[in-house]
């Protein structure tokens, strides 16, 4: 897994060079359908096609055409669905909480509601939804974040700050792992470390959990 992995951000970084997929696949052995995957957010220049073989560039050509076909096909599914899932009404917006908060929120502890996730759309999302459906004030969450030691602590809580517009009082001290983010295995596409933010309340914590319950019951029995 290790070597695979490797294998995928050499490829990824020979292609932010201007390597084709036929050079790259002649420097490391893989083949095109494997590197399709990999590169398929990595387009060549216009002018660095020019320079490619007539092969090479027939290749390229044809992946690219492939690609916008794909992103306009993409591009008319999304504003499909937004025009469906927006505006949320109020019983909108405590529902899909309620599930994301299933999947993703703590629920071994009835005074507090929290969840982590590397994705700072996921707690914007879990903060909105705290004041929105719950009534709960912003400055009432609080941020902890779990962090590598070769990472720079002050610039990640400053990124966490402008992503999520909360206060720099309202981070708790940040827990540092031992391990390196050089060291990871997998890249998530955020690598900004895991953002936890929590709010004590006994009685909304109750709500939500058995708002949860009731969700697992009524699926259990039908």
Not at 35 to 60: A, H, N, Q, Y
Not at 65 to 81: A, H
């Amino acid at each position: 897994m290790k070597t695979r992995i490797k294998d995928k951000h050499k490829a990824i970084e020979l292609r932010i060079k201007g390597y084709s997929y036929s050079q790259i696949k002649s420097e490391l052995g893989l083949s095109k359908s494997t590197l399709s995957g990999w590169l398929k957010d990595f387009s060549l220049t216009p002018e660095r096609i020019k320079e490619l073989r007539f092969s090479e560039k027939k290749i390229e050509k044809y992946r690219e055409t492939c690609r916008k076909r794909k992103d306009k096909i993409l591009k008319e599914v999304y504003e499909n669905e937004k025009k469906i899932i927006f505006p949320l009404t109020k019983r909108d917006l405590f529902i899909a909480g309620l599930f994301l908060y299933w999947g993703e929120g703590g629920k071994t502890m009835e005074s507090q509601l929290t969840l982590s996730n590397t994705n700072p759309a996921a707690i914007k999302f879990f903060i909105h939804w705290l004041g929105k459906a719950l009534n709960v004030k912003k400055e009432k969450v609080k941020i902890k974040l779990h962090l590598y030691k070769d990472m720079n602590i002050e610039e990640e809580i400053k990124f966490w700050m402008k992503k999520l517009n909360v206060k720099r009082w309202q981070f708790v001290k940040p827990y540092i792992k031992n391990s390196t983010k050089k060291s990871l295995t997998y890249k998530n596409g955020f690598g900004h470390g895991t953002c936890n933010a929590s709010i004590g309340n006994a009685i909304l914590g109750k709500k939500v959990l058995m708002g949860l319950k009731a969700v697992e019951d009524y699926f259990n029995l039908n």
